[in-house]
């Protein structure tokens, strides 16, 4: 609703999920569900939280600080780190965002930052108001029973009246589903690049992260192959597009477009390309995949929330 209810009463979307992407709209979503949610009348029960919170990302973050204004019995449940989407930008990432209005922290201008930064002012903010978040605790289920809530994580049981789903799109990392990706040399986000120095990496994939993530592994003096089943990158920002293709043409990254990842090994990596029976063996010890994300749509309709899909409206001309 505009409320942002869901068609179950006392279930709150905000955020990306609901179709909020950038940061500063994120936060004012947040702000707003707990704010419609305390404007709400449900029948009593004896639930352990007036509101659980599902989700640590921008909005999550606002959503428990509004709740901790206003003196709510709160959780906050995170299943990856603080920050949610933000914490998988490769590092050196920069967040446009206009001028945003934290509850509890007032007016935050941040024309352009860095994910650490924004990492750091949520730290801040949270500490000063001495709210915990629950990461690493993933929600599995949450069933309605009665005039309650049972939200049922890998850790725990709770109870709560009302619920605030600031998930994000993404879900989970999409998989290639091939023969050695289960090893542990195979991740789908790069965390401290820093640390990694003189390393054959191979990452998949044509999109933003996968440009930006490959470049900052390049930086540190890597051996990068980029594969990319398409024939040209085609949805990169113009930023992002101008630098790869200065990267390609120094030789600091070597690109196979058209190309599968058909197994992943200890070492190297099996590469098929489109319409070609030849393969290719790369010497290779770190894999990095990004493929985009699996949509929480089944978990949320094992909640039995109604999602309604829509890719753009045809405008009728006068």
């Known amino acids: 609703s505009q ?44 639930a352990k939280y007036d509101l659980i919170i599902v989700g640590a990302g921008p909005a999550g973050i606002s959503a428990s600080v509004t709740a901790a204004k206003n003196n709510l019995k709160f959780l906050t449940l995170e299943q990856d780190s603080l920050g949610g989407t933000v914490f998988s930008f490769p590092r050196a990432k920069i967040v446009m965002t206009s001028p945003m209005d ?4 007032g007016k935050v201008k941040l024309v352009e930052t860095s994910k650490s930064e924004l990492l750091d002012l949520w730290n801040n903010v949270l500490t000063k108001n001495k709210i ?13 029973q009665d005039n309650l809530f049972i939200v049922k994580t890998d850790q ?9 789903l600031a998930i994000g799109r993404r879900g989970s990392p999409r998989k290639l589903g091939v023969p050695g990706e289960e090893r542990e040399n195979v991740f789908y986000r790069v965390l401290e690049p820093e640390l990694i120095h003189d390393t054959d990496i191979l ?22 192959t980029l594969s990319y089943r398409g024939e ?14 200065e990267y390609i043409k120094k030789k600091k990254i070597k690109t196979l477009f058209n190309s599968n990842v058909k197994e992943i090994f200890k070492d190297e990596v099996c590469i098929t390309f489109n319409n070609n029976p030849d393969e290719l063996r790369l010497k290779n010890s770190l894999t990095y995949v990004f493929a985009g994300g699996i949509l929480p749509t089944s978990f949320l309709e094992g909640i039995g929330i109604k999602i309604t899909k829509k890719f753009g409206d045809a405008l009728l001309k006068h």
């Open 156 to 164: 725990e049981h709770y109870t709560s009246n009302g619920i605030i």
């Open 102 to 105: 934290l509850p509890l922290w």
């Open 3 to 46: 409320e942002f209810e869901t068609n179950i009463p006392g279930i709150f979307v905000a955020g990306e999920l609901g179709g909020m992407g950038l940061i500063k709209n994120a936060v004012e979503q947040g702000k707003q569900a707990v704010e419609y949610y305390l404007k709400k009348t449900y029948p009593k029960s004896n």
């Open 132 to 144: 915990t978040i629950n990461v690493q605790e993933k929600v599995l289920e949450i069933i309605k």
């Open 232 to 245: 040209t990158f085609s949805r990169l920002k113009p930023k992002n597009l101008e630098r790869i293709n």
């Open 203 to 224: 990452v998949v994939g044509g999109g933003d992260s996968a440009v930006e993530s490959a470049m900052l592994l390049a930086d540190e003096k890597n051996r990068v």
